[in-house]
T-cell receptor, first 112, second 113 residues
């Protein structure tokens, strides 16, 4: 258990509405990540953070923004949700060895 | 352009036999390789890893082999059990402090009783 909590776990939203997914960790890890998983694509990095207020883009960052105002919370925001953003979203942290990341349980998002 | 490739989308194995999952990579700057297992409706869980300076790492029924000259790694599961049925993701980490992971698309393993 890496001490990661994602919320909400399931959400259905309408096209064009804003959505925020929250990732909360309890173990003070510096690096946090947001991935999405889609059939045929595996796990793709959306954004990551290497400290409070320090974030950077991953390979599929278009349409997403992130914020990290506290060490323990990493927020992923879809400013205007589209059907192509229907996916499973996983938050992850990097452990103290720097080599391994551990995932949360996932947030299932459906955009209708 | 995929840097980490798992060319077999699925694999079916009989219980008790060996399962071999394969992964190829293109970037020689990767310094660490990992395997994750994922059950439906759950997050991926870390399974086993290997540093680029080694060629084998073993943990119980799971062994990972790395062939750097071929840019190839494999995960061996012996003996396979029905509970091993899951999607397995190979991942590679860039060297350096940024060290983000690049994942393959996954291989779905089915172990039949």
């Amino acid at each position: 258990d890496a001490g990661i909590t994602q919320s909400p776990r399931h959400k259905v939203t309408e096209t064009g509405t804003p959505v925020t997914l929250r990732c909360h960790q309890t173990e003070n890890h510096r690096y946090m990540y947001w991935y999405r998983q889609d059939p045929g694509h595996g796990l793709r990095l959306i954004h990551y953070s290497y400290g409070v207020k320090d974030t950077d883009k991953g390979e599929v960052s278009d349409g997403y923004s992130v914020s990290r105002s506290k060490t323990e919370d990493f927020l992923l925001t879809l400013e205007s949700a589209t059907s192509s953003q229907t996916s499973v979203y996983f938050c992850a942290i990097r452990d103290s060895t720097g080599n391994t990341i551990y995932f949360g349980e996932g947030s299932w998002l459906t955009v209708v | 352009d995929q840097q980490v490739k798992q060319n077999s989308p699925s694999l079916s194995v009989q219980e008790g036999r060996i399962s071999i999952l394969n992964c190829d990579y293109t970037n020689s700057m990767f310094d660490y390789f990992l395997w994750y297992k994922k059950y439906p409706a759950e997050g991926p869980t870390f399974l086993i890893s290997i540093s680029s300076i080694k060629d084998k790492n073993e943990d119980g029924r799971f062994t990972v082999f790395l062939n750097k000259s071929a840019k190839h790694l494999s995960l061996h599961i012996v003996p396979s059990q029905p509970g091993d049925s899951a999607v397995y993701f190979c991942a590679a980490k860039y060297g350096g402090s940024q060290g983000n992971l690049i994942f393959g698309k996954g291989t779905k393993l089915s172990v039949k009783p």
